[in-house]
């Protein structure tokens, strides 16, 4: 339900209001904070930068990149997003009354259905510079989306970019020191997330971004930019912003355990699921042709073939698709360091991918399995996907894709790399991504799974390791009535 408010409403021969806004203003804290005990439901509001964020399926989005960091249960299926957009009244701005009402019905759509909503707002970076009123704006769309039933809102820091002169630098920096006034004097509320230093080019007096020149006409998203073109976040920008939002999610979302349990079978007719622990993976040529697979490549290194048994995934030796491109792809049983860390087992080795140099074309490893049984109309999956990737350079990590039954329902998780600047320099932590929501089964069939893809890219040079802890893909339980 909504949030609950007192009228506080002088009536015919009162002599005033007794305290009630007082009262709805802590009403308001205890909505917003009883809140975070439930799974959040993003809704990402703003411009084109917003519509990369809220893009979950590629690997510029910064909201994707904090969820598989944070680790909690959220769902993100709504968006409102429009490139080239400001925050006020204008046509498609933030508070264009047709584009407000539309927001802020789905807030309340949502919230009235038992849902965290925390809205992120990721605009002002074509507001002209106006500091009191892009701030204003801003603070007026909170409201709007507080008042409308959102437990909390995020306002994203006004980026780096190029083409600014000293004038504009500051403006910018300006809005953002609002921002952060702002939300520090509502913490139940607002949240602001600075990504400045994550973003901006050491030394710079014009706010220009990291590894860009500022010319929007040679910023072509080189590897190390935080940019595609001055204005809009790489993969590496996204990366860092997932970082800057990693403790806000974890502040506000409940955490999420993980799926990937210990399980002898590997896989059962109730549960049809896979991972990789204590278990290596032989690289067959199951995933491409004899030309596609370099030579040797199915042939992990160590000690030859049968100290690294094939896994099966789902009931079946699983496609595998290698193209080293000249670089060292070396295999081996390690211990999976947040294991390490949370519970002090070194005893428990998972497949370890050990990358070195500079690749002569573009490559990639991919990795994937189906169901060797059916999924039945109506049932509902969820699915995971971790690893632990240490100082990993020259990759976009690891994508994920699951698919149910014959392909009818399908999430794709930071994928599509198309620049160098797509490519992380270095990435350190655990990564677990996951479905949202259940994934629900429209029509029955086979052929579902789930597959996982590294890329690397001609001349970018890669190295670091990859844990590969694995992958689940499960059929919720039904629980037993209890009174």
């Given at each position: 339900?909504?949030k609950?408010?007192?009228d506080?409403?002088?009536g015919?021969?009162d002599?005033?209001?007794?305290?009630?806004?007082k009262?709805n203003?802590?009403?308001?804290?205890?909505?917003?904070l009883?809140?975070?005990?439930r799974?959040g439901?993003?809704i990402?509001?703003?411009?084109?930068?917003?519509?990369?964020?809220?893009?979950?399926?590629n690997?510029?989005?910064?909201?994707a990149?904090g969820?598989a960091?944070?680790?909690?249960?959220?769902?993100?299926?709504d968006?409102?997003?429009?490139?080239g957009?400001?925050?006020?009244?204008?046509?498609?701005g933030?508070?264009?009354?047709?584009?407000?009402?539309?927001?802020?019905?789905?807030?309340t759509?949502?919230?009235?259905a038992?849902?965290?909503?925390?809205v992120?707002?990721?605009?002002?970076?074509?507001d002209?510079y106006?500091?009191?009123?892009t701030?204003a704006n801003l603070?007026?769309?909170?409201k709007?989306?507080?008042t409308?039933?959102?437990?909390?809102?995020?306002i994203?820091?006004?980026?780096?970019?190029?083409?600014?002169?000293a004038?504009?630098?500051r403006?910018?920096s300006?809005?953002?020191?609002?921002?952060?006034?702002?939300?520090r004097?509502?913490?139940?509320?607002?949240?602001f997330?600075?990504?400045?230093?994550?973003?901006?080019?050491?030394?710079?007096e014009?706010?220009?971004?990291?590894?860009?020149?500022?010319d929007?006409?040679?910023?072509?998203?080189?590897?190390?930019?935080?940019?595609?073109?001055s204005?809009?976040?790489?993969?590496y920008?996204?990366?860092?912003?997932?970082?800057?939002?990693e403790p806000?999610?974890?502040?506000?979302?409940p955490?999420?355990?993980?799926?990937?349990?210990?399980?002898?079978?590997?896989?059962?007719t109730?549960?049809?699921?896979g991972?990789?622990?204590?278990?290596?993976i032989?690289?067959?040529?199951?995933?491409?042709?004899a030309?596609?697979?370099?030579?040797?490549?199915?042939?992990?290194?160590?000690?030859?073939?049968?100290a690294?048994?094939?896994?099966?995934?789902?009931?079946?030796?699983?496609?595998?698709?290698?193209?080293?491109?000249?670089?060292?792809?070396?295999?081996?049983?390690e211990?999976?360091?947040?294991f390490?860390?949370?519970?002090?087992?070194e005893?428990?080795?998972?497949?370890?991918?050990?990358?070195?140099?500079t690749?002569?074309?573009?490559?990639?490893?991919?990795?994937?399995?189906?169901t060797a049984g059916a999924?039945?109309?109506?049932?509902?999956?969820n699915?995971?996907?971790?690893?632990?990737a240490?100082?990993?350079?020259?990759?976009?990590?690891?994508?994920?894709?699951?698919?149910?039954?014959?392909?009818a329902?399908?999430?794709h998780?930071?994928?599509?790399?198309?620049?160098?600047?797509?490519y992380?320099?270095?990435m350190?932590?655990?990564?677990?991504?996951a479905?949202?929501?259940?994934?629900?089964?429209?029509?029955?069939?086979?052929?579902?799974?789930?597959?996982f893809?590294?890329?690397?890219?001609?001349?970018?040079?890669?190295?670091?390791?990859?844990y590969?802890?694995?992958?689940?893909?499960?059929?919720?339980?039904?629980?037993?009535?209890?009174?």
């Amino acid at each position: 339900m909504g949030k609950l408010l007192l009228d506080t409403t002088a009536g015919a021969g009162d002599t005033g209001k007794i305290g009630g806004d007082k009262i709805n203003a802590m009403m308001g804290e205890l909505y917003a904070l009883t809140n975070r005990q439930r799974p959040g439901r993003l809704i990402i509001v703003g411009d084109s930068k917003a519509s990369l964020m809220a893009n979950f399926s590629n690997v510029r989005s910064g909201a994707a990149w904090g969820l598989a960091r944070a680790s909690v249960y959220c769902s993100f299926e709504d968006a409102n997003a429009i490139g080239g957009s400001f925050t006020g009244t204008e046509t498609n701005g933030l508070l264009n009354a047709t584009r407000n009402a539309a927001i802020v019905a789905t807030v309340t759509s949502r919230a009235n259905a038992g849902e965290n909503v925390i809205v992120i707002i990721k605009a002002g970076t074509n507001d002209n510079y106006a500091v009191g009123q892009t701030l204003a704006n801003l603070m007026q769309a909170t409201k709007n989306y507080i008042t409308a039933g959102a437990s909390h809102v995020i306002i994203m820091s006004v980026d780096p970019e190029g083409n600014l002169n000293a004038a504009q630098a500051r403006s910018n920096s300006e809005i953002n020191r609002g921002i952060r006034v702002f939300a520090r004097s509502n913490p139940a509320f607002v949240s602001f997330c600075d990504t400045t230093f994550g973003l901006l080019e050491a030394g710079s007096e014009t706010f220009l971004s990291k590894g860009t020149t500022g010319d929007t006409t040679t910023d072509t998203g080189a590897y190390g930019s935080v940019m595609h073109d001055s204005l809009h976040e790489s993969g590496y920008g996204a990366y860092i912003m997932g970082l800057a939002l990693e403790p806000i999610f974890k502040r506000l979302m409940p955490h999420r355990t993980r799926l990937i349990m210990p399980d002898g079978s590997g896989q059962s007719t109730e549960s049809p699921r896979g991972d990789f622990v204590q278990n290596m993976i032989m690289f067959t040529r199951g995933g491409g042709t004899a030309a596609t697979i370099e030579s040797g490549s199915d042939t992990p290194s160590g000690s030859g073939a049968a100290a690294y048994p094939r896994i099966a995934l789902f009931g079946t030796i699983p496609s595998q698709r290698l193209i080293k491109s000249g670089i060292t792809f070396a295999t081996s049983r390690e211990p999976y360091p947040p294991f390490v860390t949370e519970f002090g087992r070194e005893d428990i080795l998972v497949t370890t991918i050990t990358l070195s140099g500079t690749p002569t074309a573009d490559g990639e490893w991919t990795f994937g399995g189906g169901t060797a049984g059916a999924f039945a109309t109506g049932d509902a999956y969820n699915w995971e996907f971790e690893y632990y990737a240490e100082a990993l350079s020259g990759t976009a990590g690891l994508s994920a894709r699951a698919t149910g039954a014959n392909g009818a329902v399908g999430e794709h998780l930071l994928s599509a790399p198309a620049k160098a600047a797509d490519y992380i320099p270095k990435m350190t932590g655990r990564f677990s991504y996951a479905s949202p929501t259940p994934m629900v089964i429209a029509s029955g069939g086979n052929n579902g799974g789930l597959t996982f893809g590294m890329r690397w890219r001609n001349g970018v040079p890669v190295s670091g390791k990859v844990y590969l802890l694995g992958a689940a893909l499960i059929k919720n339980i039904a629980l037993p009535a209890v009174a």
